[in-house]
């Protein structure tokens, strides 16, 4: 699976982005999808998952409320939707797929695409 993120940039604290991350593969359907970041200086952290085999969503605790993931499977791309930004939330994006029923806590995933950068001003 190849993975290519798109839709950051610069955007003022409370605003809005949409990134976008295109995936290869006539299985995209079979996978969960996430999106991870990684701030200057710290390590790369989960944000958001989307297991097909669970039919379930999963957030960390701090973009609960205000990024939501989701998919089309027949444009093989997964969305995060990310509303009230933050300045905390400024980092590298990275969107991810594993084959398997990940789960949050079970580490990185399989398959990684490039970053996306997403800078919040304050």
């Known amino acids: 699976v190849q993975l290519q993120a798109s839709g950051g940039g610069l955007v003022q604290a409370g605003g809005s982005l949409r990134l976008s991350c295109a995936a290869s593969g006539r299985t995209f359907s079979r996978y969960t999808m996430g999106w991870f970041r990684q701030a200057p200086g710290k390590e790369r952290v989960f944000v958001a998952a989307d297991n097909w085999r669970r039919g379930s969503t999963y957030y960390a605790d701090s973009v609960k409320g205000r990024f939501t993931i989701s998919r089309d499977n027949a444009k093989n791309t997964v969305y995060l939707q990310m509303n009230s930004l933050k300045a905390e939330d400024t980092a590298v994006y990275y969107c991810?797929?594993?084959?398997?029923?990940?789960?949050?806590?079970?580490?990185?995933?399989?398959?990684w695409g490039q970053g996306t950068q997403v800078t919040v001003s304050s």
């Open positions: 991810a797929a594993d084959p398997g029923d990940w789960l949050p806590g079970r580490g990185g995933m399989d398959y």
